[in-house]
Every structure is written in structure tokens, then in C-alpha cells.
């Protein structure tokens, strides 16, 4: 309950948001930029007014019932949305009000989530018993790849049939790489999204709806950012100076919204490194891990193509030093080569030769 309302402040993109089961049909898709103060402060040392911020792109899709995966309530065009994201947020409503519809009459966070759940775990059994049963007739003249597939479903399968969920089973790499083209419901990583009162805000913890969520969400691994919806599309109203001293005096220290898109990008394993010159500074997202070749490419398939080296300096070293050419006296910037794992915050330039 709120997840129109709170995609509507996300991305301001005035996806419809009404007090009635199945407004939204089709999904409403919107690119929110990812709120990161070093920006500024990059802009600020370099001397340029243009700021590129990274971008996560968030999907509104319409809330399923009992039944979806047997296609109740339109559920199987739902799915079929579900199975396109990276990740999952599930927004859950944790607050009492008498003049706002429930699809299931009353307020019960710990129900809704296990329907939810329970109708992507019924999906994704019915796609993996079938992939699973064909792989096994064929398991003479399978690949390689097709037997591994089929020791992962193995363990699948049954895990489903327990009502766990496709991420809390103890896969190997290769295993989880061979349903990666699959998309099951249940792969994904999840978010889950406490829409409470205003009120609540302050000590959430005291909310004993968002108690039951996180518990629930401690088990499975999962994450859980607590957010009003109401109060965050007031915040929208109101300028930015005017908004931090709401927040202040409501004694909340970071706003919801910022809050969830931290959450989110935390989720998808990304981080971000910097481009900042006196044309721009520029945010590139990339997932953690990611080799200095490969980060290159988010900016130029050329880049990796003709890598040579990367100029790199850390975001705190290059700010404590105060300019470049400062933290290069001291020794901060350094030239690494193709196996250099890039960091959160390094502050990159690549040298190439196509």
C-alpha cells in the first residue's frame, strides 16, 4: 500500500496512484537519479557547474493477490513484468487507517509479504519442475553446461516445494550461472519497503508492524528501509531548505526517498567512480568488482578496447589533498593496469589507444 505514491515521488513522474486494488495495469517506468554529495564537492574542486549524476531505474508494477500464478487479479501478465527487474522492493503497508482500502480488509504486513512470496515461489516451481523434468529425459546427450543446470534444479526443486525462496539456496557459481537466463522470481534480491505513519518516523522501531517485517526480513537476509509515502509526497511540495527543516524538526535525519535509492544500489552489488574535469563531473555505475577495462566501457566501448592504464585517485585522498596536482606531490595518484579492481569513489581517467 503507497507504491504508486511512492513511485510517483521517486521519479515525479505522475504514475496514477488511487485508493483501489489493481490501479496500476501496466507497469510505469521512471529514472531516478542516485542522490551522491561527493558530486558537489567534485564540482566545486574542478571548477564546473555540470553535474551528470548515475541513475537507478525503478518499474511500478501492479500489486498481485492469492492466485497470481494461476493468473488471478491479471497475475500472470504481472509476472511476466516481475521476471524483466534486477531486484525487488516490496512496499508493505505498517499503519492503521480506517479511511484507506485494503485489498484483504486489514492491516497485516507479515500476510502480505507471504502472499506475495508464496505466489512468486508457486511460479517459479511450476517453470523449474518443467525445465527440470525435460533436462533429465535428455540427460544422455546433454552438455555440459545442461548437467550443471541440472544439479542446480535439483536443489531448486525441492527448496521450492519447502516454500524457500530461489536465493536461499546453497548454489555454486557455475550452478547459479546456468538459471541466470532463466529469471526466476525468486533469484531476484529483495527489498522490503515499511510505508508507515508520519509519526512513526522517529522511533520506527516502536512500530510493532515494522518489528514483525524486519524479523521476517533478518531470515531470509533481506534488507528493510522504513518510509512514510505520505510525508515524503508533502517533501516534494516544499523547497529543499524548507524540507531539511521538516525533516529536522520531525527528528529524521535523511529523507526516505534517498534512503530507499541508497538501499536499492546497495542491493544490485554497484557502486559508482567519477569522471571530474572542467567540462563535467560524471557519476559511472558499475558492479563491484568490476576491472579498470571494463569500467571504461560504461563510458566508451573504445575505452576497452584501447586500454592502456587508468589515472586514479581515491575521493577522500583527492579531497583531503585539495586539488589533483596536490595529491600527486604527495604520491596519492597512481597508474594501474588492466587487472585493477576499480573502488567506491575513485576518481578515474583512462588512457587508450584505438
Known sequence: MGKSTLFNVLTKAGAQAANYPFCTIEPNVGVVPVPDPRMDVLATLSKTLKIIPTSVEFV?????????????????QFLAHI????AIVQVVRCFEDENITHVEQTVDPLRDIEIINIELILADLASA????????????TAKKEELEELKALEKIVPALE?????????????????????????????LYVCNVAEDDLQEPDKNPFVQKVKEYALKEGAEVVVISAKLEEELIALGPEEAETYLHELGVKEKGLDQLIHATYALLNLITYFTAGEKEVHAWTIVKGTKAPRAAAEIHT??????IRAEVVGYDDLITSGSKSAAKEKGLVRLEGKEYVVQDGDVMEFRFNV
Open 129 to 140: 519442475e518443467k525445465r527440470k523434468d525435460r533436462l533429465a529425459r535428455n540427460a544422455r
Open 60 to 76: 511500478d508494477i501492479a500489486g498481485l493477490v492469492k492466485g497470481a500464478s494461476k493468473g488471478e487479479g491479471l497475475g500472470n
Open 162 to 190: 519447502e516454500g524457500h525462496p530461489i536465493r536461499s539456496v546453497d548454489l555454486t557459481d557455475e550452478e547459479r550461472e546456468t538459471i541466470r537466463t532463466s529469471f526466476y522470481l525468486t533469484s531476484k534480491p529483495i
Open 302 to 307: 573504445d575505452f576497452e578496447k584501447g586500454f
Open 83 to 86: 521476471r524483466e527487474v534486477n
